[in-house]
């Protein structure tokens, strides 16, 4: 399965931003999907994580009431929707294919794709 991230950039405190995910070499429709995020030096974190009908959809506790995740089967592509963007937002955001095991998410696929920089700052 392949990933191709796109959307960021420089965005303003207090403004909002859409990314984009294009999934590729497998069923789409098939995956939980998931947003993660990392800053150079962190871990990366899971942001957001929905299942293959959106029946049920995960944030992290700093991005809930602010982002949307969403995802349209028939084109392969999941969304993050971001509003009301704040500087601890900064970082590079990845798409991937995401499992459940005792309750926690984790990416599933080893292989990321590019990841799209936002960057939030006045």
């Known amino acids: 399965v392949q990933f191709e991230e796109s959307g960021g950039g420089l965005v303003q405190p207090g403004e909002s931003l859409t990314l984009s995910c294009t999934v590729s070499?497998?069923?789409?429709?098939?995956?939980?999907m998931g947003w993660f995020r990392q800053v150079p030096g962190k871990e990366r974190e899971l942001v957001a994580t929905?299942?293959?009908?959106?029946?049920?959809?995960f944030y992290r506790d700093s991005v809930r009431g602010r982002f949307t995740i969403s995802r349209d089967n028939a084109k392969n592509t999941l969304y993050l929707q971001m509003n009301i963007v704040k500087p601890e937002g900064t970082a590079v955001y990845y798409c991937?294919?995401?499992?459940?095991?005792?309750?926690?998410?984790?990416?599933?696929?080893?292989?990321w794709g590019p990841g799209t920089q936002v960057t939030v700052s006045s």
């Open positions: 991937n294919t995401v499992n459940v095991r005792t309750g926690l998410y984790y990416p599933v696929s080893p292989s």
């Open positions: 070499g497998g069923t789409f429709s098939s995956f939980r």
């Open positions: 929905m299942t293959m009908s959106g029946s049920n959809i």
